[in-house]
């Protein structure tokens, strides 16, 4: 499995790709896998991000600026392999990128491109067999969102079919950075690991090495996203340095 999860709480990475532009991208997403990041969630930029907050949004925004596409976000994907053959790589896209280009093709560009899995946020687990499917035959690994509503029968059902990991939602509403961390995420991976024994990965709000360390606490993973999206927008010109640094001052606290 693609998925490296042995030192706890292992850190998931979410860039927007093309944001400010695809070189800086790769720049910041090799300065986050030096630094130790196991994860690398590739966002692909999308003009309507209903589960994202303010700060991915803008990110978005940005990306679609300059025509940043699902096709330059898997071609950046396997310029970031040949650096690194051991870091998990996931395209995190909504689904209307990956139904333009084609299930098919999508599932078997991204194999080729050395992705390892995907989190298609806006695709329903009722909806989501012909995805599946093609997955499958791409060994793609398929990665769903488990939420605090989330039902025992729905979390039952996510469990079967997610493959890598599970992204469990600490709390209800759009991403961001918070000051504190919700209740609901411990709650929501215990019952998660009622029906699964994938690692569970925990995002939607982490953003300082305090939350992260919490998190190693009762899940194998911590998602940090819109804390790094924002460093990016805050620091122009020294994108990868920054963010470089924040990764490690994160990973500190594991020792």
């Given amino acids: 499995m693609p998925f490296h999860f042995e030192n706890e709480p292992a850190l998931v990475a979410y860039v927007t790709c093309g944001d400010p532009d695809l070189a800086t991208t790769r720049e910041v997403i090799l300065a986050a896998i030096d630094a130790g990041a196991s ?13 994202d907050g303010p700060v991915i949004q803008r990110a978005s925004e940005r990306a679609l600026k300059h025509g940043t596409s699902l096709q330059q ?16 790589l996931v395209i995190f896209s909504y689904l209307n990128p990956i139904q ?35 997955a499958r035959k791409n060994d793609l690994a398929t990665i769903f969102l488990a939420a605090p509503t989330s039902t025992d029968q729905r979390l039952k059902s996510i469990a079967q079919i997610s493959t890598g990991f599970i992204y ?40 300082t090495p305090e939350q992260f360390a919490a998190v190693g606490k009762f899940a194998e993973g911590a998602v940090v996203g819109s804390a790094i999206v924002q460093l990016i927008e805050q620091n122009p010109g020294r994108e990868a340095a920054t963010v470089g640094e924040f990764v490690r001052q994160l990973l500190a606290v594991r020792c």
Avoid at 75 to 88: F, I, K, N, P, W
Avoid at 168 to 173: F, H, L, P, Q
Avoid at 186 to 193: G, T
């Fill in 39 to 51: 994860v690398i969630e590739l966002g692909v930029p999308f003009s309507d991000p209903l589960a």
């Fill in 100 to 134: 333009r280009m084609g299930l098919a093709k999508f599932c078997k560009v991204a194999r080729l491109a050395g992705i390892d899995g995907a989190l298609i946020t806006d695709l329903p687990i009722e909806e989501s067999a012909g995805y599946l499917s093609e």
């Fill in 73 to 88: 976000v898997l071609t950046l994907a396997a310029e970031v392999r040949e650096h690194s053959q051991s870091v998990g």
């Fill in 168 to 207: 469990a939602i600490s709390r209800t509403g759009v991403t961001g950075a918070r000051q504190q961390m919700t209740g609901d995420a411990p709650a929501l991976v215990k019952r998660i690991r009622r029906f699964s024994k994938l690692p569970i990965a925990v995002g939607f709000g982490i953003s």
